[in-house]
C-alpha cells in the first residue's frame, strides 16, 4: 500500500509586499507594484495630519499604492498641492495594484496624478512650505 503525505508549505511572500515597510505609504511608478518605489512616512520635519508634496520624481507618476501604516491611520493622497477638492485616502492594510481604475472627485484618474501626501485619521490640514508642505 502506498501511502502519500501532504505537506501544507506557506505562501510566498511577493517582492512588493516585501519592500514596503512597516509604517509607510509605498508607491510604484507601474501598475501591479512594479519599477520605482517611493515611500513616505512622518519624520520630525514633515509631521502627522498634514499634507506634504510627494517631490519632483514621483509627481504625477505614481501607478500603485500600499498602506502598511498602524490601524486607524488613513494613508491620503491628494491630486494638487496645495491640496485643493481631489483627494482621497487608503485605509490601513489596504493597496491598490492599478491607480487608473480609480477616479478623483473630479472624475479624472488617480494614475500619474498624485503630488500630496499625509498621513492621519482624519484630513490633514496644510504642511509647512519649509518642509515642502502642501
Known sequence: MLSL??????AAT?????????????TWAN???ESTQWNFTTTDSQGYN???????AANDQISSIQ????????????????????????????SVINLANDKWPDGSTLNDSISAWGISGS????????????
Not at 123 to 134: D, F, K, L, Y
Request: glycine share 14%.
Open 50 to 56: 498634514f499634507w506634504w508634496y510627494v517631490g519632483g
Open 5 to 10: 503525505a501532504v505537506v501544507a508549505l506557506p
Open 123 to 134: 484630513t490633514p490640514g496644510h504642511g509647512s512650505r519649509t518642509a515642502a508642505g502642501c
Open 67 to 94: 498602506n502598511k501604516l498602524t490601524a486607524f491611520n488613513y494613508a491620503w493622497i491628494g491630486k494638487d498641492c496645495p491640496v485643493g477638492s481631489d483627494y482621497t485616502w487608503i485605509a490601513s492594510g489596504a
Open 14 to 26: 511577493p517582492a512588493w509586499a516585501a519592500s514596503c515597510p512597516s509604517k509607510y505609504i509605498c
Open 31 to 33: 501598475a501591479g507594484y
